[in-house]
């Protein structure tokens, strides 16, 4: 693994591009040789060259990285060093280190950046921090010069946490500006328009993702997902994911143990409740008087505890952005804005309005319509399947498993209809594009999820089916949650890893040939081959 760094001077990549294979063009050892050994005899030898995950999990960490920048293994020099120059130029805050893995052959930048640089960033960025109780506590918008106001200001190690840091760096990037008539490559970019967003949404920087730290995940590990029946450290949370996550786990603790109550007092009231018609209308009665009680306590002690969480965190006062930078993918013409006179891009609204009546509305009426055909058509086979003599009584629940099975399949087909419906509405603000998927997505899911509910127990007006149902998408959704969210990210993992060994070995088996020397080890110090594996951002 090669490197250079970028802090105070220039940094040459032609040497890293000289390490790669020969061009094809090159002279190459005899077929039958090549073949002979690449699969015969050396290649069973290299054998030990394909490592397992593990392996690869266990790459050397690199201690002076928050934020991890990669390229495709298509990036031609000329783009890396125009954006490490402008990085360096732009913010000279940022200690970058170019570096280079040797099997997938893409280029990374490591980003960092010192403590006092990152002081600088807290003030930039308007970082609330803990006041010192001499000072009045609490907290206050941190300024560089009344530093010496603010709690741990004197340790290096525990005044910022990870996602702090990481936090000032992004904001720096995000921040870095092209100037006026600049271009990379066939990218024109306006005048004072962010580099980093445009170069991800057109796919010349493939990923901007903070990076782990394995200590304070082991630790989290032990305090959070390990512990039973034990107060989830929110505190902790926060600290390295952010506001944002923490808040959605204070919600779903808050919100599981509220459902304590309804689940015993329903427990105890269906235990009493006679058999007679009579006291089960007054018992569903009762409970619906319950849930309704419970609700509005419900919200109301929820909106004291996320007051308490905001004020504790430091975002129950804090001002939105004034300004809301355009989405990096919204197109247009270019024109003088009349407010700022600068260039800018713009699309007329009649455009997005003509297609949201013409595309938009009759796709999704149409989607909502095929679902209620496939409703019915799974009521027909249950009815077709109940008229049959002599099945076993699991079979009754086969059509019911077929509608959970088609309810998860059309959520997924739909949900990516509506994000490219949202693309070719083409938003202008982050805001505007996820309010209107917000609207486009939760309308479909609320008819794909419930329309077969309401059918059964205000048309049909058949209980007992209705249970049925509810027991069989009760169950599916839960496994497929569990399916979604641990399995399929673990095999697609091991697959992504299984690939990344093979041609690891293919390389070194190839470069052996070559060289006719002994092959290196698959991995390196600060490799890259688990890419992605970073917090979310």
């Known amino acids: 693994m090669s490197e250079a760094a970028s802090g105070s001077g220039g940094t040459s990549l ?27 005899k050396r290649l069973l030898q290299a054998g030990r060259y394909l ?63 010192t403590y006092e640089s990152l002081l600088r960033g807290a003030d930039e960025l308007g970082l609330r921090k803990a006041v010192k109780a001499e000072f009045g506590g609490g907290t206050r918008g941190f300024s560089c010069d009344e530093d010496f106001i603010y709690e741990n200001v004197e ?4 005044f910022f946490t990870s ?10 990037l995000q921040n870095l500006r092209a100037k006026q008539g600049e271009a990379l490559h066939n990218v024109r970019f306006l005048e004072d328009q962010p580099i980093i967003p445009e170069l991800v949404a057109r796919g010349i920087i493939q990923q901007v993702f903070p990076v782990h730290e394995q200590r304070i995940l082991n630790r989290l590990m032990k305090s959070w997902v390990q512990a039973v029946c034990e107060n989830q450290p929110l505190d902790d949370i926060c600290d390295y994911f952010g506001v944002k996550i923490a808040m959605y786990f204070a919600w779903l603790g808050f919100y599981t143990s509220a459902m304590v109550y309804p689940a015993v007092f329903g427990s105890v009231l269906y235990t009493f409740t006679e058999a007679d018609q009579t006291s089960r209308d007054v018992s569903c009665v009762v409970f619906a008087l319950f849930n309704v009680i419970w609700s509005t306590l419900f919200l109301e002690e929820w909106k004291r505890r996320g007051a308490e969480l905001a004020y504790k965190w430091g975002t ?20 003088i804005s009349p407010v700022t006179r600068a260039e800018e891009f713009y699309y007329p609204p009649w455009k997005r309005l003509l297609f949201q009546l013409l595309v938009s509305l009759p796709l999704c009426l149409a989607s909502l319509v095929c679902v209620f055909l496939l409703m019915l058509g799974c009521f027909q086979l249950q009815e077709l399947v ?26 997924e087909g739909y949900k990516k209809l509506a994000v490219w419906l949202n693309d070719m509405e083409n938003y202008r603000l982050e805001s505007a594009y996820e309010k209107h998927l917000i609207i486009k997505v939760v309308l479909f899911q609320f008819v794909n999820s419930y329309l077969s509910l309401f059918y059964i127990g205000f048309y049909l007006k058949d209980m007992e089916r209705l ?33 990344l060994s093979l041609r690891g ?8 040939v070559r060289a006719g020397g002994e092959p290196p080890g698959p991995g390196g110090e600060g490799s890259l081959a688990v890419r992605g594996l970073g917090k979310p951002s």
């Open 14 to 40: 032609e040497g890293e591009r000289g390490k790669r294979p020969p061009p094809e063009g090159e002279p190459a050892a005899p077929a039958s040789g090549v073949l002979d050994k690449l699969f015969g």
């Open 51 to 113: 490592v397992s995950h593990k392996a690869w999990m266990k790459t050397v960490p690199t201690e002076n990285c928050d934020v991890l920048m990669t390229f495709p293994d298509t990036t031609d020099d000329h783009t890396l060093l125009w954006l490490l120059n402008h990085i360096r130029v732009g913010i000279p805050e940022l200690i970058v280190q170019v570096r280079h893995h040797r099997h997938t052959r893409a280029y990374a930048f490591f980003v960092t950046a």
């Open 155 to 158: 340790s290096e190690l525990r």
């Open 163 to 172: 996602q702090e840091r990481q936090s000032i760096i992004r904001f720096w």
């Open 316 to 335: 129950l006062d804090s001002p939105g952005e004034a300004v809301e930078e355009p989405r990096p993918q919204f197109r247009g013409v270019r024109r």
């Open 386 to 411: 109940l008229s049959v003599k002599g099945l076993p009584r699991l079979a009754r629940f086969l059509p019911k498993v077929a509608l959970a099975l088609l309810v998860s399949v059309s959520a």
């Open 467 to 499: 249970k049925e149902l509810l027991l069989v998408l009760s169950l599916s959704q839960s496994l497929e949650r569990q399916l979604r969210a641990v399995l399929v990210p673990l095999a697609a993992l091991q697959f992504r890893l299984l690939l």
């Open 505 to 512: 070995l293919l390389l070194t088996a190839w470069a052996k």
